[in-house]
Every structure is written in C-alpha cells, then in structure tokens.
Nanobody, 122 residues
Framework: QVQLVESGGGLVQAGGSLRLSCAASGRTFSIYSMGWFRQAPGKEREFVTAISWNGGSSTYYTDSVKGRFTISKDNAKNTVYLQMNSLKPEDTAVYYC??????????????WGQGTQVTVSS
C-alpha cells in the first residue's frame, strides 16, 4: 500500500502563490502516476494536474490552471509538488494528493491523501 501526506495549504490573497507538497510512503515502487485533485464547497472533486512517476516526467493539466500551476516531483524523496502562482478566488478548495498504483489512468487514482485547504481571498 501507498500512503500520501500533503502539506503547504493556507490562506493567500488573489495573485499570490502557494506550494503544496505530497510525500508518499510504503510501496512507492508501485506508483504509475501522481497528481492533484481539488474540491470546492458544493462542487464535485475535479482533476487539476498529474505527472508520470517512473520512466519519465510527462505532465498534464486541466485548462483552468495551465500557465499558472506547475507540478513537479522528486523521486528520491518520493515527493510531488504543486507550485500555484497567480492564484484566483476560484482556486479556493481542498486539494487532494492522489496516486495510481493500478495503471496509467490519471483520472482514477487508487490512493488519496487527507487533503489540505487552500483559500484565496479577493
């Protein structure tokens, strides 16, 4: 099994930046991809971004964050990062780290972190 622990959420003004981290532990060799999802109040959880874990660093983003968010990883530390710049109030949500240990499907993770709150004030 894989365990995920996020950190780095908080309150920031619009236009500001935050960096989230997600540390993986356990059977990390079984990870195909890692990424971030978010869930705003009253809305469904949505895909934000993902990165391939072993054998490359392909990245994928939802349209609303392209050019503002950057996902990266450090395989040696089993950690994935989400750098969020030019934050907007609509980015306010609980952000969840996710990993897929079954296949390369980015949108159906098998493991979730506990979530970290990101609040962007206008």
């Amino acid at each position: 099994q894989v365990q995920l622990v996020e950190s780095g959420g908080g309150l920031v003004q619009a236009g500001g930046s935050l960096r989230l981290s997600c540390a993986a532990s356990g059977r990390t060799f079984s990870i195909y991809s890692m990424g971030w999802f978010r869930q705003a109040p009253g809305k469904e959880r949505e895909f934000v971004t993902a990165i391939s874990w072993n054998g490359g660093s392909s990245t994928y983003y939802t349209d609303s964050v392209k050019g503002r968010f950057t996902i990266s990883k450090d395989n040696a530390k089993n950690t994935v990062y989400l750098q969020m710049n030019s934050l907007k109030p609509e980015d306010t949500a609980v952000y969840y780290c996710a990993a897929n240990t079954r296949d390369y499907n980015l949108y159906t993770p098998t493991t979730w972190g506990q979530g970290t709150q990101v609040t962007v004030s206008s």
